[in-house]
């Protein structure tokens, strides 16, 4: 374009999207797995730099929000707009030129040849990087760094901008940065009280403005859960009134709202949980901290009642143990942090009791098992149970904030927090809810990351690629493709398939990285070998795993795992849906139980028509952009409808017009994008089929136990996948 060119084009505008972004970069040691902390999986000692995360957040995530007041940050935030980082082992680092749609960097590092070479990539850019690093090495120290240091870095930058540079642009950077105003601070409704489990609420309103100078801190060793879980309460309820105030801003008819609330549970490596015997080898001290970890139910160390000599605590066993531990959940807790003050969402953590309890195994198993009489029934008992044991260690106060979700819910958890009640349902069917997994800790901290909103589309599901890999005599083998090519004739100006019969690894592998669609549904039988921990798919000949194709599979933004146990809950961290999300996926739908396949085959015909058809039409003629997670969301809710009202038939018998009638006027419920969609849709149901309350109650049971919803579970950050045309995008400039 002309440099002298006075206003800024739409194309122009993509082209530049970022320029006002600040870019963050934690620059850790080279290594690999080798490396990795013990109890959680956190390589190259970024487990040891948990106080970089914490020096983000006190630095401006870019040159417009220090411009802005308390609501125009969050205005901005909630729509994902918060702070870019990310983790860059120094070898990566140094294969990046900065150029000038992104020139303003800062880099924080730690280890002194780490911050060595940091150094000597400085000083080879075209831009000046802002350097964090102990020492002499950098710009600044660690926690010297200031927003005031920050702007007089970034006005360096301006100065270094080449001639070619758009001239408006150019102006248009510099009036932000000297538009910075002094931080508006308002003060709290209560009395901040500081704890890892508070520490994401409390920085996230820091980081609009709220005063915090009568923070008082939560002692672990002593008081009682409900001290804990207040503190919890009081600081999610003040996020999310904060987060009210922008909720009709026109913005939001562009960019929807990010998830409103993250429940936490921190875990381990499924290998912790098992006892330690007694060993000469082991320094004293060393297996009695772990017993206490694997010992802890709530969010106090509780050491009363667990015998043991007491002076075993100065151990150098005992006290390496607990920094380990205590390094890789401070690093959780500003990670999680920093994605919650990055979109103002209001973090819940959950007790540690919720990874531990012998009716998930019972209830797993159960479903594996041969089918029996009266299986489904206790099939509803022992989810039931589940259900009781999630409750058991999650008080009632919190499932109550939890349930005040409107926006989706996002998980860090290994735990199948899916399953929580939430007003009468499971989380999982009566929320948007995605999961980032607690372990392997590195692809959590990836994951972590708040990942640029990806804009597609909706032309970009025309083309769906089916990947089928069953036998010749697999009486699978046809379901599902019969199913989504019916799906895709109804519909053939909005959906084609393409389909592949992958034979090997080496086929699956090309089918995908030949493919240059958003989405592939993969059609083969799943399992997770409990004696290798390994989840695998059945591909031909082949058991592939999934993260051994990390570095050769080029992974589509969304993945559909229409197979067994691709994220089984009571396995290993080795998931084959894990392994999609390593492999570069953005949203993955995995299944935590075996699925039948007549019903995967309707289920995935149903989800490639709503990602084609459905959304094109909210798009293109509604006019109003969709994001990938409520797409499944809806998706899931629609599947267990359908369950519930079949489930309605077999006892009422209604006539097939009466029946047609009402699965029509549900699921228009649920494509009317309706908030109170269960309210809606249970009393429709009530009031065509005259249903006493315990009755109905009942069949909801009986269709979540013979359905497969909640049986599916939906990882990574689809909510960062928004589906939209330049229309949209252009109308608010």
């Known amino acids: 374009m002309d440099a002298s060119q006075e206003t800024i084009d739409f194309e122009t505008k993509r082209r530049w999207a970022a320029v006002t972004e600040i870019n963050y970069v934690v620059v850790l040691e080279d290594g690999g797995l080798e490396s990795a902390s013990p109890f959680q999986g956190i390589s190259n000692r970024f487990d040891e730099l948990g106080w970089t995360l914490r020096q983000i957040l006190d630095l401006p995530p870019d040159l417009i929000s220090p411009a ?6 969050i205005g901005m935030r909630v729509t994902g707009r918060g702070w870019n980082w990310m983790p860059l082992m120094v070898s990566e680092l140094e294969k990046i030129n900065i150029g000038e749609t992104e020139p303003f960097w800062v880099a924080i590092s730690g280890h002194a040849e780490v911050a060595k070479r940091t150094k000597r990539w400085c000083s080879r850019q075209r831009f000046p990087v802002f350097h964090i690093t102990d020492g002499y090495l950098g710009d600044a120290r660690p926690g010297e760094a200031n927003r005031e240091r920050i702007r007089r870095h970034l006005r360096k930058v301006l100065e270094h901008l080449p001639r070619s540079f758009p001239s408006a642009l150019r102006a248009n950077l510099g009036e932000m940065i000297d538009g910075w105003r002094a931080d508006e601070n308002f003060a709290l409704s209560f009395t901040p009280r500081a704890h890892n489990c508070t520490l994401p609420n409390l920085l996230t309103l820091q980081a609009v403005g709220a005063d915090m100078s009568a923070e008082i801190g939560l002692n672990p060793l002593v008081g009682n859960e409900g001290e804990f879980v207040d503190a919890i309460e009081e600081s999610t309820l003040e996020v999310l009134a904060l987060r009210a105030t922008v909720a009709g801003i026109p913005a939001l008819r562009v960019q929807p709202q990010t998830p409103d609330i993250i429940v936490a549970a921190p875990a381990a490596y499924s290998h912790f949980r098992a006892r330690m015997r007694r060993s000469s080898d082991l320094p004293p001290g060393f297996r009695e901290a772990i017993q206490l970890q694997q010992r802890q139910t709530g969010y106090r160390m509780m050491i009363e009642g667990f015998s043991f000599p007491r002076e075993l605590i100065f151990s150098p066993g005992w006290q390496t143990v607990m920094a380990i531990r205590a390094r890789e959940l401070q690093l959780q807790t500003h990670a999680i942090a920093l994605r919650a003050a990055s979109t103002v969402a209001a973090t819940i953590r959950l007790p540690s009791g919720v990874n531990t309890f012998p009716d998930l195994r019972n209830f797993t198993n159960h479903i594996r098992g041969k089918s029996r009489p009266n299986k489904l029934k206790k099939t509803i008992s022992l989810f039931q149970k589940v259900q009781s044991a999630l409750i058991e260690h999650c008080s009632g106060e919190l499932l109550e904030k939890i349930a005040l979700s409107r926006s989706g819910v996002k998980l860090v958890s290994d735990a199948p927090l899916e399953w929580l009640p939430c007003g009468g349902l499971p989380l999982g069917i009566a929320r948007d809810v995605s999961r980032i997994p607690a372990t392997p800790g590195n692809l959590m901290m990836i994951e972590l990351v708040p990942p640029r909103r990806m804009f597609l589309d909706p032309s970009a599901f025309e083309e769906i690629l089916v990947i089928s890999s069953f036998r010749e005599d697999d009486h699978l083998k046809d379901i599902l493709l019969r199913a989504v090519e019916g799906a895709a004739r109804r519909i053939p100006e909005h959906l084609r398939i393409k389909h592949v019969r992958a034979r090997d690894r080496a086929e699956l592998v090309d089918a995908i990285n030949s493919f240059g669609g958003a989405m592939v549904i993969l059609d083969c039988h799943g399992n997770h070998n409990e004696r290798t921990g390994v989840g695998t798919l059945r591909i031909g000949k082949d ?12 992974s589509p933004p969304v993945v559909i795992l229409s197979a067994c146990d691709t994220h089984a809950p009571d396995r290993t961290h080795a998931t084959v849906a894990s392994g999609f999300l390593s492999c570069g996926a953005r949203a993955v739908l995995g299944t935590f139980l075996p699925i039948r396949g007549d019903r995967a085959g309707v289920f995935a015909a149903r989800l490639a028509h709503r990602a084609s058809w459905y959304v094109s039409t909210i798009v293109d003629k ?20 359908a369950e519930l009202i079949n489930q309605v038939q077999r006892r009422r ?9 009402l699965r029509f ?18 009393t ?6 005259n249903l006493a309350d315990e009755e109905f109650e009942g069949l909801v ?21 928004c589906i939209t045309n330049e229309e949209i995008l252009g109308a608010f400039g």
């Open 653 to 661: 018998l209604l006539s097939q017009k009466t029946w047609e009638e």
């Open 622 to 641: 509604v006019e109003m952009p969709v994001l990938w997670s409520e797409v499944v969301g809806s998706m899931i809710r629609l599947d267990f409808l």
């Open 665 to 682: 006027d549900v699921d228009m419920i649920i494509h009317s994008r309706d908030p109170n969609w269960w309210s809606a849709a249970s």
């Open 543 to 554: 058991d592939v795993d999934v993260w051994e194709l990390r570095g050769t599979l080029r």
């Open 684 to 689: 429709k149901i009530k009031e065509v089929t």
């Open 68 to 73: 802005l007041p308390p609501q125009g940050k």
């Open 701 to 721: 049971s009986l269709a979540i136990g013979s359905g497969d919803s909640v049986r599916y579970t939906h990882l990574g950050n689809p909510e960062t996948i």
